[in-house]
């Protein structure tokens, strides 16, 4: 489905405040009118598309009970290829200064419920989480974890996520970690409100 001409002039404005409010973004996620057509292999992903902003802030630990909230932006795209693309973008609730980064795509096995989220993160960790896309939610675990040779310890040595997209329409997430120091435990949990289709 197209976007009738009537959007652009909004959707132009949103871009605008993407970029004002996230320019660190700005040269990744160029606007773009027209989405490609969807692959029919993703269909039963695409509740999942689409730029997405936390709202509220996203909450989480890491090593220490300290707690943390943090802002993220979500952009979930397809270019008409048997794949979704996807980048996560979190910054400090406070000053705004971009966080964690990570990108990487969601392949569905033709014809399954089966999903790939292949992931990398400048935390230095490459990933790929395996798992099932059941209505309006995808439940993955990780498969392998590879790091960078000399990645500071401790190790992140499991991963799970669950996204659902909640009975608001917003997309939620919850990621769990395991280290070599600490047993699976929550790390994040988010909300994401729909800013863009």
């Known amino acids: 489905m197209g976007i009738k001409d009537s959007q652009v002039p909004k959707l132009q404005k949103l871009a605008k405040l993407r970029r004002v409010s996230f320019p660190y973004l700005s040269s990744l996620l160029p606007f773009s009118p027209e989405p490609s057509t969807m692959n029919p292999v993703v269909e039963p992903l695409s509740w999942m598309l689409g730029t997405w902003l936390?709202?509220?802030?996203?909450?989480?630990t890491f090593l220490t009970p300290q707690p943390f909230q943090y802002l993220e932006e979500v952009c979930i795209s397809h270019v008409g290829q048997p794949e979704l693309n996807f980048s996560f973008n979190p910054f400090h609730l406070d000053t705004h200064k971009p966080m964690h980064r990570e990108c990487g795509f969601i392949h569905l096995k033709p014809n399954t419920n089966k999903v790939?989220?292949?992931?990398?993160?400048?935390?230095?960790?490459v990933e790929v989480e395996e798992g099932k896309v059941n209505r309006q939610e995808l439940c993955i675990t990780s498969h392998s974890i590879a790091r960078i040779s000399f990645a500071k310890e401790p190790h992140v040595e499991q991963i799970t996520r669950k996204f659902r997209l909640n009975s608001e329409g917003k997309l939620e997430q919850t990621v769990c970690t395991a280290t070599t120091t600490q047993p699976m435990t929550q790390h994040v949990h988010i909300t994401y409100k729909r800013v863009t289709l």
Do not use: K
């Not at 936390?54 to 989480?60: I, K, L, R």
């Open 116 to 125: 790939a989220f292949v992931s990398a993160q400048n935390t230095v960790i």
């Open 54 to 60: 936390s709202d509220p802030p996203g909450a989480g």
